[in-house]
């Protein structure tokens, strides 16, 4: 049925827009995937020079500077892999058809600012005087990324309790479907004993599939009020338990 919003949009025209977005959204998706392996084979090729350099012996100022430069593009270069996972990670988020546009504002936001601080880091880098100034900045780099990774670990555990919402619904709607063709013969007086003993045993799968999506939604709602990494982990044993 087509009614029209109070904007005046029918149904219709809101699906295929949210069908357009999810495509969108799906094309940034694979985008993002190669940016960051194009920042990964850079910042290997970054590392790689600092490596040689750092073998260099020098006597001049002019040696030292090269140093210092190669040094700064290796930092930057690390920042660089640092953003484009975070890019990565938001049309992760966008692609995904079950999160909620709360959750992804929610997620953007934490992404943005993280983004932030980093790009920060990354103009610090390139105007650092000396390799000490570097290696503070790396620091702060690091624990950055440790907020990053966190960020992940939500993401992940987040779209994992959705996945398993969905192919709970998914075994409900061919429970119901079995149901109705058992019915249809039973009105034929055909024997049904088989088909509802696979039906009940059908039923006792997506029971314990429900059992694994409330261990799941418990752990995540736990782990994102305490960012505990262990509580993530445990995330993703409902989500194996849930495969057997």
Same mark, same amino acid.
């Given at each position: $049925?087509?009614?029209?919003?109070?904007?005046?949009? !029918?149904?219709?025209?809101?699906? %295929?827009?949210?069908?357009?977005?999810?495509?969108?959204?799906?094309?940034?998706?694979?985008?993002?995937?190669? +940016?960051?392996?194009?920042?990964?084979?850079?910042?290997?090729?970054?590392?790689?020079?600092?490596?040689?350099?750092?073998?260099?012996?020098?006597? !001049?100022?002019?040696?030292?500077?090269?140093?210092?430069?190669?040094?700064?593009?290796?930092?930057?270069?690390? @920042?660089? @892999?640092?953003? &484009?996972?975070?890019?990565?990670?938001?049309?992760? @988020?966008?692609?995904?058809?079950? #999160? =909620?546009?709360?959750?992804?504002? =929610? *997620?953007?936001?934490?992404? &943005?600012?993280?983004?932030?601080? *980093?790009?920060?880091?990354? +103009?610090?880098?390139?105007?650092? +005087? !000396? %390799?000490?100034?570097? %290696?503070? *900045? #790396?620091?702060?780099?690091? &624990?950055?990324?440790? $907020?990053?990774?966190?960020?992940? %670990?939500? /993401?992940? =555990?987040?779209?994992? @309790?959705?996945? *398993? $919402?969905? /192919?709970? #619904?998914?075994?409900?709607?061919?429970?119901?479907?079995?149901?109705?063709?058992?019915?249809?013969?039973?009105?034929?007086?055909?024997?049904? !004993?088989?088909?509802?003993? /696979?039906?009940?045993?059908?039923?006792?799968?997506? +029971?314990?599939?429900?059992?694994?999506?409330?261990?799941?939604? &418990?752990?995540?709602?736990?782990?994102?009020?305490?960012?505990?990494?262990?509580?993530?982990?445990? /995330?993703?044993?409902?989500?194996?338990?849930?495969?057997?």
């Amino acid at each position: $049925e087509n009614k029209s919003g109070k904007n005046g949009m !029918t149904s219709a025209k809101r699906a %295929r827009m949210a069908d357009a977005a999810l495509l969108e959204a799906k094309a940034r998706l694979e985008a993002a995937h190669k +940016e960051y392996n194009d920042a990964k084979r850079a910042f290997m090729e970054r590392r790689a020079q600092l490596a040689e350099k750092a073998k260099e012996k020098c006597d !001049t100022a002019e040696c030292e500077a090269e140093k210092d430069q190669s040094a700064r593009l290796h930092v930057s270069a690390i @920042v660089d @892999v640092m953003i &484009a996972s975070l890019i990565r990670l938001g049309d992760r @988020v966008d692609a995904s058809e079950k #999160v =909620s546009a709360e959750q992804k504002a =929610s *997620i953007h936001a934490e992404i &943005a600012e993280l983004k932030a601080e *980093i790009e920060a880091k990354k +103009e610090a880098a390139l105007a650092a +005087e !000396t %390799r000490a100034d570097l %290696r503070v *900045i #790396v620091r702060e780099l690091k &624990a950055l990324q440790k $907020e990053v990774s966190e960020l992940k %670990r939500h /993401v992940a =555990s987040l779209l994992t @309790v959705h996945k *398993i $919402e969905r /192919v709970h #619904v998914k075994l409900q709607n061919v429970a119901k479907s079995m149901e109705a063709r058992i019915a249809a013969l039973q009105k034929k007086d055909v024997d049904t !004993t088989d088909l509802e003993k /696979v039906l009940a045993d059908f039923n006792a799968a997506i +029971e314990k599939l429900r059992e694994a999506q409330v261990k799941a939604d &418990a752990k995540f709602e736990e782990a994102k009020a305490t960012k505990n990494r262990e509580l993530y982990n445990e /995330v993703r044993e409902a989500r194996e338990d849930a495969k057997q």
